[in-house]
């Protein structure tokens, strides 16, 4: 207990570094091309050349350059997320699209699926969720017990359940659907072998959760899509969109959730978390887009 209440701590003084010295040391790094030497850079620049091969190599690195800037500022709101309140948290977000979304559906009592996807902080993104509604949410485990222990409860606030992404874990959320609860969880990451099939995302074949379908398939829950966005000067937003009633059709849903993540991310790509080895399973299976990185 002590040393979560140490990390919490931690996270608190963290957060009360004002914005612009922070800016001004990341805008530092990036003038000075450190982030150049960094995985996180190279992973980018891989991703981006997937995602948008017509831009020019020019154009790759100065994306790659801003979406790493990106990144680190995301790091902020999350440590913020982790050391404030909920409602000091809730305050950076300037602006709410379609809140009326979100609102509806929780009122409708039918159960509801969150689609996120990794724009800016997820966790405070959650936070914001959760403060609205208690939700039953999945995580992807973290290796230090003490960070797990304190990641999780600070996603559990509001009577909110956090699990781990398993078989348990979704069969939790499952349950928690039939239950007509709110359901959260990230469509973007690649699930474990066995547990995805290789679905074409940015015209490549990657090996992709069909979590998403599968509920709404079995529940005929509503489903909805909820990222984070920055803008040119600084405010962050979440938008919300509606999920398209092919997600129920079996012979169309499959290739739905991808196409709907690429519209989200190309609104403002520099938001997009560029540095997860998004494409580490896909096809051709032998090949290795990520090698000596």
């Known amino acids: 207990l002590l040393i979560i209440i140490m990390i919490f701590i931690l996270f608190y003084i963290l957060s009360y570094i004002p914005r612009f010295i922070l800016v001004f040391f990341i805008d530092l790094f990036i003038y000075l091309r450190l982030y150049k030497i960094t995985k996180s850079y190279k992973i980018t620049k891989i991703n981006l050349k997937i995602a948008f091969p017509e831009l020019t190599l020019s154009n790759i690195e100065l994306l790659s350059r801003r979406s790493i800037r990106e990144s680190i500022m995301s790091g902020y709101e999350t440590v913020y997320s982790w050391g ?16 009326f979304l979100l609102k509806r559906n929780i009122l409708s009592g039918q159960g509801l699926i969150c689609v996120a996807i990794h724009n800016r902080s997820v966790d405070m993104l959650l936070t914001w969720i959760n403060s609205q509604t208690p939700t039953v949410s999945l995580y992807k485990e973290i290796k230090n017990k003490y960070m797990e222990t304190f990641v999780k409860n600070n996603r559990e ?133 990520y090698s000596g990185i």
């Open 84 to 99: 404030r309140s909920f409602s000091d948290s809730n305050n950076l977000i300037f602006k709410i699209e379609n809140n």
């Open 157 to 289: 606030i509001n009577n909110s359940v956090s699990v781990k992404t398993s078989i348990s874990g979704v069969r939790t959320i499952y349950k928690a659907l039939k239950d007509k609860k709110v359901i959260c969880f990230a469509a973007d990451q690649v699930p474990k072998r066995g547990l995805g099939e290789h679905i074409k995302f940015y015209n490549k074949m990657a090996y992709t959760t069909t979590l998403v379908q599968n509920l709404a398939s079995k529940t005929n829950c509503p489903v909805i899509y909820l990222c984070m966005n920055s803008n040119i000067n600084g405010f962050l937003s979440v938008s919300i969109k509606p999920c398209s009633d092919d997600i129920y059709d079996n012979s169309k849903h499959l290739q739905l959730v991808n196409k709907d993540i690429e519209k989200l991310i190309n609104r403002r790509p520099i938001d997009y978390s560029w540095e997860y080895k998004r494409f580490k399973r896909s096809l051709p299976e032998e090949e290795n887009l």
